[in-house]
């Protein structure tokens, strides 16, 4: 993408209600605009980002053997009335009048509307297990919209839905869903930890929140250190395997939100393995198991001709959370620093002297071979001084910078510049394109 052509209105101006860097950082880049309390647009340079999140969310949910599919936004207030929630969802809820007088809703969540799908097709236990997904915009309308993407009131989320035929299935399908969700924010850059958690509307007694530790962040959180070391199952990890294992291997460590916290339990973490902090929830899942089935009649057939009320879960991830989240992570004091995984672009191809012939020629040669290569790249051509470009390529924090100057030129070779560790190194284009490659 050329920058001269592209649409990247880069700031110096932030509202005095930005409170957090996050928040700062996505308005100075021109990644998102706020069209009113908790609601933002997309531009360009944030989408990118979103989806690249939304994708990498996607592939670890299919590798777990969940199965994608698009639910609507607006759902119907009578599937709410028969799972009992219409009402204890309260003033959160967007309600929404149709010209035929039908009460409607912008959908908080899905468990209803899932279920709904579900008992209208499955009849039988030998379509379970079952793991359906969707990305869908959720509407909250949260008492203290605030922190800009972190608690909006229209937000992005990843939902889930498993479906089984005894609690003992359900609780494996949970397993799934809990080891797929930490090898998702390991490839998203985070150290998420799973700790136990409150329920909330949503229901069920067995359910953890995926927090990232960050000063900012809303809840207070309290973990043993430990949890911080131990590493992602691995995306070779066999998803028919009983994965009792990997879930216990953490859950047999303190970790605690706030509501949950327990003061004698923490005090026996040894004094220098506890963690007492502040955490991001960037992913949510519950064991429910028949709360919405038994309400709202969703059965199936056993071998032996009874019929039972399905087990359930549901599993969701903050998609548009994260965006924010990864920023708190991932920053500097020059702008954000991104994890090549959801950079907008991988490379910021800078050219210094845009108006000099030989140096647009061998820029414009430089973008035509990182785009043969496939790697995104941002190709600053525009015709201002070095050093605002500079500073507008930090700021957006692209995992990798080349730069093309008339000294480099003579001497066949490009600056390539890592943003995290600001390493500078003069390479060939080819080795330029070659570390990029290899990340
Ligand atoms: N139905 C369940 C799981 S699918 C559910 O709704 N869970 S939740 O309420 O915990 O939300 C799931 C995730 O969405 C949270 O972990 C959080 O990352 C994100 N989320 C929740 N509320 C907001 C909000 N107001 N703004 C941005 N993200 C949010």
Redesign the pocket.
Known sequence: MRLSRYFLPVSKDVPADAAIISHQLMLRTGMVRQNGA?IYTWLPLGFRVLQKIEQIVREEMDRAGAIEMLMPTIQQAELWQESGRYDDYGKEMLRITDRHEREMLFG????ELITDVFRSYVKSYKALPLNLYHTQW?F?D?IR?RFG?????E?L?K???SFDLTEEAARASYNKMFCAYLNTFDRLGLTAIPMQADT?P?GGDLSH??IILAETGESAVFCDKALLDLPAPGLDLDFEADLSGEVEKRTGYYAATEEMHDEAAFADVPADRQVSARGI??????FFGTKYSKAMNATVQTADGDTVPVQMG?????V???VGGIIEACHDESGIVWPQSIAPFEVGLISMRPKDETVAKVADEAYEALKAAGVDVLYDETDERPGPKFNRMDLIGLPWQIVIGPRGIENGVVELKNRKSGEKSEVTLETAIETVKAG
Do not use: Q
């Open positions: 908790g908080p969540t899905n468990e959720k909250r949260e919209p993407v972190m608690r909006g009131r937000f989320m939902d889930a839905y909330g949503i929140e995926f929830e960037v992913g949510h899942i519950f549901s599993y969701g991830i903050g548009s959370r994260l």
